[in-house]
């Protein structure tokens, strides 16, 4: 694992290591925190989530993509809402999922093309976005809203600390 805290990102050379983000994300991202994930058609966006889910204590086999059922939920040490926007027409489609009372509980709130309504996201939120480097390597960089500064720098050190 390679880092730039600088930037906010950091590069994952193995599903391991996604995995370790992922602890480390856990570790140091509070609940209730609304997630935009952009990325390509296999970037990696559900395979995260389903490494916070085994941090939180779920099997990996009970996480998969939401791209055909929208929503997947995930009740564990703390709730994980995990939405997949692809296929959502438009802000009214979106806002009958019940993202506005998600968006208030106090899970993690996982949105795949968040970008498409990213204008109706909370205020507060982090963007983490996933470049594909080659098969096994993956570009995450972490953003967030002024809130959230402070936990993706402990977030990138804990990983940093971890390659070390």
């Known amino acids: 694992m390679s880092i730039n805290i600088t930037t906010g990102s950091l590069t994952a050379h193995s599903e391991a290591d996604t995995d370790a983000v992922a602890k480390a994300f ?3 991202i509070p609940n209730g925190t609304t997630i935009g994930l952009t990325g ?8 995260f989530v389903q490494g916070v889910a085994v941090a939180l204590g779920a099997r990996s086999e009970q996480v998969t ?17 995990h939405l997949d926007a692809y296929r959502i027409q438009d802000e009214d489609e979106f806002f009958e999922l ?3 009372e998600m968006f208030l509980s106090d899970g993690y709130v996982f949105i795949e093309w968040g970008e498409k309504f990213e204008q109706m996201l909370p205020r507060e939120r982090i963007i983490l976005s996933i470049d594909v480097l080659n098969a096994t390597s993956r570009r995450f960089h972490f953003s967030g809203t002024s809130r959230y500064q402070q936990e993706i720098r402990q977030l990138l050190l804990a990983c940093n600390q971890l390659q070390g």
């Open 26 to 28: 856990v570790n140091h």
């Open 40 to 47: 390509t058609l296999g970037a990696g966006k559900t395979r």
């Open 65 to 81: 993509s939401p791209t055909f059922v929208i929503c997947n939920q995930y009740p564990l040490e703390t709730m994980i809402y």
């Open 98 to 100: 019940g993202v506005d």
